[in-house]
């Protein structure tokens, strides 16, 4: 089955620095991939996702790039702030009834001012 | 506003206790899932529903049991059964049930033993 791979599984970075995380899945039929963002004590966010028929998709300070060929894709935060730190996770799935999200395991971004 | 509501945002079992946890989506969605989170993991399917009256076990359903007799409510049920219960229980919903589509996740239950 699908394995997604996360690194690194923390990062800490300066404010107005950006922020790279890193994923890799196995099962070359997955089509989706999206990312979301949990803060303490609540439930994940979607925060952007894209399709593999697509290389790049930017949403103001956040970008996600997908390379099918080496299977891996990143999440791209330029200008960090305070309210970045959280925890990350990224997902992939192959998009058919009946098939599941498959998280990695996350990382924890801390932006210090 | 419309959203996801998961009640009790803390609850506690005792040994041998079955545990409902509530889960409510007044987003018209027609799939719901069921995740576990431990610290340090990713999350993990415990079950999935992708209409009224139909639900399938995820990667880790052993312990737990689901219903889903309304569109809008998908509880979840740790049964005695499950030896490792204490964990951050989400609940998540969509608009279908094809896993392409984005996925609208509660605030979460946090459950421990007593």
């Known amino acids: 089955g699908e394995n997604v791979e996360q690194h690194p599984s923390t990062l800490s970075v300066q404010e107005g620095d950006s922020a790279v995380i890193k994923c890799t899945y196995s099962?070359?039929?997955?089509?989706?991939f999206p990312w979301y963002k949990q803060e303490l004590g609540k439930g994940p966010q979607l925060i952007i996702d894209?399709?593999?028929?697509?290389g790049e998709k930017k949403d103001q300070r956040i970008a996600v790039t997908l390379n099918k060929t080496a299977k891996h894709f990143s999440l791209h935060i330029t200008e960090t702030q305070p309210e970045d730190s959280a925890v990350y996770f990224c997902?992939?799935?192959?998009?058919?009834?009946?098939?599941?999200?498959?998280f990695g395991k996350g990382t924890t971004l801390s932006v210090s001012s | 506003d419309g959203g996801i509501t998961q009640s009790p945002k803390y609850l506690f079992r005792k040994e041998g206790q079955n545990v409902t946890l509530s889960c409510e989506q007044n987003?018209?969605?027609?799939?719901m899932y069921w995740y576990r989170q431990d610290p340090g993991q990713g999350l993990r399917l415990i079950y999935y529903?992708?209409?009224?009256?139909?639900?399938q076990k995820g990667d880790i359903a052993e312990g737990y049991s689901v219903s889903r007799e309304k569109k809008e409510s998908f509880p979840l049920t740790v049964t005695s059964a499950q030896k490792n219960p204490t964990a951050f229980y989400l609940c998540?919903?969509?608009?279908?049930?094809?896993?392409?589509?984005?996925?609208?996740f509660g605030d979460g239950t946090r459950l421990s033993i007593l």
């Open positions: 998540a919903s969509s608009i279908v049930a094809h896993s392409n589509q984005p996925q609208h």
């Open positions: 099962d070359s039929a997955s089509n989706y």
């Open positions: 894209i399709r593999s028929n697509v």
């Open positions: 997902a992939a799935s192959k998009g058919q009834a009946g098939t599941a999200l498959i």
């Open positions: 987003l018209n969605h027609d799939a």
């Open positions: 529903s992708q209409i009224v009256n139909d639900f």
